[in-house]
């Protein structure tokens, strides 16, 4: 499930608005996908809550789905209404074709839009959990002029450019980036070269054996948490960091208490600076040790709401390391719809933790 829990105020003057604005939302173009998107305030202008997206599930799934997604993040996000929509082709012979006007009624009561059942599963979930479902769309692609479908009401019409959309717009000038598919933003995080992993994994091997003998003693978990936001501040100053810089942050951030307390970084002024770190070490980081990284990572992108980088970011790490401590907090996070802005109150309490930690070994 990827979810992003960042709102903005929007007015929701037209269906066909909601279906462009769908990839800025999610951070990327969905396919064969169930979106939900929170609403918060009165039906002229509602803010945005928390847009959440799960593969379309098969019918032996779809109950189970769906109420997971109400029980979940949606109901957590304690919203007004609920809008969503179904991205993908059903059958040949569900698919409708394109409506010769757009935004018009129908002319006579047409077969329903593909994947009805699924929606009305949605709709009867919402409703024992008292949140109206606003309205709920069918499109079999998000794409300029595709054909969008209205499952409450007889209405079809022509989607526009997402690329034009006044929420694109909004997103460029925040230097976001919104990508063609969940895949190609997974190949942003793909890993170096075998034999770049192999000769990191091979110095590690070598450093970690010199660091153990010292491992909690004062002097060297405060050159670790030294070497970690030294490496943060040169970043944010735009100076390269060598491959031995790099290796020394990976073997600082094996003890928890120095990753506990870098995971603090995404609260502070440094916060991008920290994540060009995280995002630059999960691409050269050999296996185990891009665990930690890619959890930072997804805390970080987490915390800024862009939930499609850290569910990317924790599929590494739980491919990684199942048992992960801080994969398995962010996981819960991210599947019970908990806020960034609640996950800040946890990432401040684990940083201030593992700093009074750090100051009980120097004393």
């Not at 979940?72 to 012979?93: K, L, N, Q, T, W």
């Not at 929420?167 to 995080?189: K, Y």
Request: aromatic share 4%; glycine share 6%.
């Amino acid at each position: 499930m990827g979810s992003t829990a960042k709102q903005r105020t929007v007015r929701l003057s037209a269906p066909q608005e909601y279906v462009a604005a769908i990839p800025h939302l999610l951070g990327f173009y969905p396919r064969d996908s169930l979106v939900l998107t929170t609403l918060h305030g009165g039906p002229e202008v509602s803010r945005l809550g928390l847009t959440a997206r799960v593969d379309l599930p098969g019918p032996l799934r779809r109950h189970e789905l769906v109420r997971e997604l109400v029980e979940g993040p949606i109901s957590h996000d304690a919203p007004d209404g609920v809008m969503g929509a179904v991205v993908g082709s059903g059958s040949r012979e569900e698919v409708a074709p394109a409506c010769p006007r757009p935004s018009a009624p129908h002319p006579e009561t047409p077969d329903p839009p593909p994947h009805s059942e699924l929606v009305e599963t949605l709709r009867q979930v919402l409703r024992e959990a008292g949140i109206p479902l606003v309205r709920a769309l069918w499109t079999p692609e998000v794409r300029p002029d595709g054909v969008w479908r209205c499952y409450d009401e007889q209405w079809e019409g022509m989607t526009p450019d997402p690329g034009s959309s006044p929420l694109a717009a909004e997103l460029a000038v925040a230097g976001a980036v919104t990508f063609s598919s969940r895949q190609e933003l997974a190949a942003t995080l793909t890993p170096e070269s075998s034999e770049i992993r192999s000769r990191w994994s091979a110095k590690l091997n070598l450093l970690q054996d010199e660091a153990e003998p010292h491992r909690g003693e004062a002097a060297t978990c405060a050159a670790d948490t030294e070497a970690v936001f030294g490496a943060i501040r040169r970043t944010a100053r735009g100076r390269p960091l060598t491959e031995e810089d790099l290796l020394r942050v990976l073997v600082a951030l094996s003890d928890y208490r120095v990753r506990d307390l870098a995971m603090g970084a995404a609260l502070t002024p440094w916060s991008r600076a920290a994540e060009q770190l995280w995002f630059t070490l999960v691409r050269k980081a050999p296996e185990p040790e891009v665990a930690d990284v890619a959890a930072l990572l997804a805390f970080s992108a987490y915390l800024r709401g862009d939930g499609a980088l850290a569910s990317v970011a924790l599929e590494r790490v739980e491919n990684t390391r199942p048992a992960h401590r801080l994969g398995e907090l962010l996981r819960r996070a991210l599947d019970s719809g908990i806020s960034p802005r609640e996950l800040a109150v946890v990432v401040r309490d684990t940083a201030a933790d593992a700093r009074m930690m750090i100051e009980q070994e120097e004393t």
